[in-house]
């Protein structure tokens, strides 16, 4: 649970940092891939390359792909068209995919986590009730593709570290997680990035460096240590710690202009999927029980 803690403070602060010095200014895959590069090569030199199951060496690199390389291409570029909060708020949602995922793989179903996303899409239309422009919805669903492919990679984790347990720490096997990673966004750059967008200031590498070294090398392998070592319910909620956390930060620093009544009034209503979500199972088991 620390591991979580430690990395949601990280995380918080990385979002606004995105947003304010790189959003705009610095090509997003580039971005990314300069992330991946950067945390790769902290993990790397300390990775096994024989005496590893071949399925567990996939796995991390296909949770890699999803988790960083998927989630942080389309998060980079969500930017483009939603603000900080916008985007901290819309990632309410991937507590309900780590249910949904979870329960896919352990052969379970609960309609909580459906009818939660539904109250949940009307408090996002709150925070931009005069606003829903073509433009907001594409960042929208990149933001809920970044989401999912977020959840999948956490719960994927989780689950490949229990099935193929070996006597070896965990960071001798992550450096695959980060070759997964480069595996999605070195080919996205190479198709779709701008040459013309690099970093062009020093804050704007050492912001790259802060990202690359600090919130991707040591926030993904510790957020996932954690991962292994919660339930699928406490994940959910740290994922979900990041929101007003994030909030805080951004809007204290960075936003202070922010529509706060319109925020509150959304995020409330979002924060009541969430209470939907987490009492189902308990009314279902009462209801159960008067019959």
């Not at 901290?88 to 991937?94: E, R, W, Y």
């Not at 709150?126 to 809920?144: A, W």
Request: hydrophobic fraction near 55%; aromatic fraction near 14%.
């Amino acid at each position: 649970m620390r591991y979580l803690v430690l990395v949601t403070a990280l995380w918080a602060v990385s979002f606004s940092l995105i947003g304010v010095y790189l959003a705009g200014r610095v090509d997003s895959y580039f971005a990314v891939m300069t992330r991946i590069i950067l945390a790769g090569l902290i993990f790397l030199p300390f990775t096994r390359w024989s005496g590893l199951p071949g399925q567990l060496k996939g796995g991390i690199a296909l949770v890699g792909s999803l988790q960083f390389g998927v989630t942080y291409v389309c998060l980079y570029q969500s930017f483009l068209y939603l603000t900080v909060p916008e985007v901290l708020l819309f990632t309410i949602f991937t507590p309900l995919y780590v249910t949904l995922i979870d329960d896919a793989l352990n052969r379970r179903f609960s309609p909580a986590p459906l009818i939660a996303t539904a109250i949940a899409v009307l408090g996002a239309g709150v925070i931009r009730y005069d606003g829903l422009s073509d433009d907001f919805l594409t960042g929208f669903l990149l933001l809920q593709v970044a989401n999912m492919a977020f959840a999948a990679g956490q719960v994927g984790y989780a689950n490949l570290v229990k099935r193929y347990p070996v006597d070896l720490p965990a960071w001798r096997s992550f450096g695959y997680f980060f070759l997964g990673a480069l595996c999605v966004v070195l080919p996205a750059y190479l198709l779709l990035g701008n040459p013309d967008k690099l970093p062009s200031t020093v804050l704007q590498w050492s912001v790259l460096g802060w990202l690359g070294v600090v919130a991707s090398g040591a926030g993904f392998y510790l957020w996932n240590k954690g991962a292994c070592q919660v339930d699928a319910g406490t994940l959910g909620i740290m994922n979900n710690a990041l929101v007003p956390a994030g909030l805080i930060v951004n809007i204290l620093i960075w936003n202070r202009d922010a529509d706060i009544v319109r925020l509150l009034i959304g995020g409330a209503i979002i924060a009541l999927s969430l209470w939907v979500n987490a009492r189902w199972n308990r009314w279902f088991q009462l209801s159960a029980k008067a019959a």
